[in-house]
Every structure is written in C-alpha cells, then in structure tokens.
C-alpha cells in the first residue's frame, strides 16, 4: 500500500484485509501467547504474546485487563471492564438504563467498531496514567515494563501513522487508516461479546452479606462463557479454536 500506491479501491481492501489479520494475530498468537498457551516454551510465549505491542496495544495492560480481571470476574458488572461500554451500550440489567439503550441494537456496530482506535489511542494511556484498571490497581510496572510501554507506542505511531503520511500524504493515510481501525474494531468486539455478552451467559451479583459469588471459578466459567459457530470450519479456524 505504501510502495506500489494501488488503486483507491484495491487500497481500502488490502486496509480491510490488514484488519482481518490483525484481528487474527490477536485471536491465534497474541492470546495465546499472553495466556502462555501458544507453546510450551515460556520465551515463545513472550515474543507471541508481545505482538500485541507492534499491533499499538500494550501486553502488560491485556495482562492485568484479560487474564487476572476478565478471566477471575467474568460478566460480574463493576469489574470486568469488557462490560464495561457505558453510556453507549447497556451490557448487562444491572447497568442503568439510559433512553439512547431502546436502539442499541440499531448502532451497536458503530460502537463496537471503535474499540481497536480507542484501545490504542486512550483505554491502555488511561490505564498507564491511573494505574488501574476501572477500579481494579494496576500491579506495580518494572522499568523494562514503562520502557516497553513508551517505546512500542512510539514505534506504532512511526508505523501506521507518521510513515504512512509521508509516503502517500494525510488523506489517503487517514480514509485507509480509518477504514482498517474501524473494521479490526468491529471484528474484534462482535468475537469477545458474542463469547459471553449473550442472552444465555450469566451475570452473576456478589452476594450481599460477603460480597463474593456463589460459585466456585470454573462453574463460573462455564455459566459466563458461550461457544459459537461451533461447527464452522472457517470460523473455527480463523479464531484459533
């Protein structure tokens, strides 16, 4: 896109393409790799986990975001910040109701779509500088994991932002950068939210008196979590299942 200048409407498909791959990089070897499933080498866990970083993200933020919050207090409204979508989206009944949520169901697309440019660009800066995730503290980052921070945010912005504009100008690096956030974002959310943001998952409440669930973590699990296109070999794949 940057060298050979297609057509304007063979560069918006190769953009379209590129969210689809990076969509998949996060599903197949990021994920994996942050959860230290990816291989059975600690050190390639690492590198594919750190892929997350070339992608504008931040692995130590997913980290403390997805493995020790989403995955310990899944659908539990409060904490699980992947609930969290307000005042756009109502995810859960224990959320308030805002009048705008009676047509959800006709926006939700163009809310989810701006998950990938608001991840990168303000939920891991709001993170770093409150050090918490929603209201859960943030553990305490090395100097390797600030350095790491800066520099992959830094390194991302040379590559999808200031090159691009040098090589093809601001507009053509904006409508193809655009047009590749938005549907990486909207591929994204419509995968998380449809594995447990569904009608048939729970949403469990802390009870009253001591404040925790009833049930044990992997009943837990199984009550928040729902499979999907189970039997769709393409999707199967392209979701690393």
Not at 18 to 28: D, E, K, Q, R, V
Not at 42 to 57: D, E, I, K, R, Y
Not at 72 to 85: P, V
Request: net charge positive; hydrophobic share 45%.
């Amino acid at each position: 896109m940057l060298y050979f200048s297609p057509p304007a409407g063979w560069a918006i498909f190769e953009c379209l393409l590129l969210s689809l791959f990076t969509s998949a990089i996060g599903f197949n070897i990021m994920h994996d790799g942050a959860h230290g499933s990816f291989s059975s080498k600690p050190w390639v866990n690492t590198v594919a986990a750190s892929s997350l970083n070339f992608l504008g993200a931040n692995t130590f933020m997913w980290k403390m975001k997805h493995n020790v919050i989403h995955h310990a207090y899944t659908n539990i409204d409060g904490i699980d910040d992947d609930l969290d979508a307000k005042p756009f989206l109502r995810l859960c009944e224990t959320q308030k109701h805002y009048k705008v949520h009676k047509y959800q169901h006709l926006y939700f697309w163009a809310a989810y779509s701006l998950l990938y440019l608001f991840w990168i660009f303000v939920s891991d800066y709001k993170k770093y500088f409150r050090k918490k995730v929603g209201d859960i503290p943030l553990k305490k980052m090395t100097t390797n994991d600030h350095l790491t921070f800066w520099g992959f945010k830094l390194l991302h912005i040379c590559l999808f932002v200031v090159i691009p504009i040098v090589m093809v100008g601001v507009g053509p690096w904006a409508i193809g950068f655009v047009s590749y956030a938005l549907f990486a974002g909207f591929v994204l959310s419509i995968v998380f939210q449809l594995a447990h943001t569904v009608e048939h998952t729970h949403f469990p409440v802390p009870n009253v008196e001591t404040n925790k669930i009833d049930d044990e973590w992997a009943i837990h699990q199984l009550k928040t979590t729902a499979n999907f296109a189970t039997k769709n070999r393409l999707a199967c794949w392209f979701m690393g299942d």
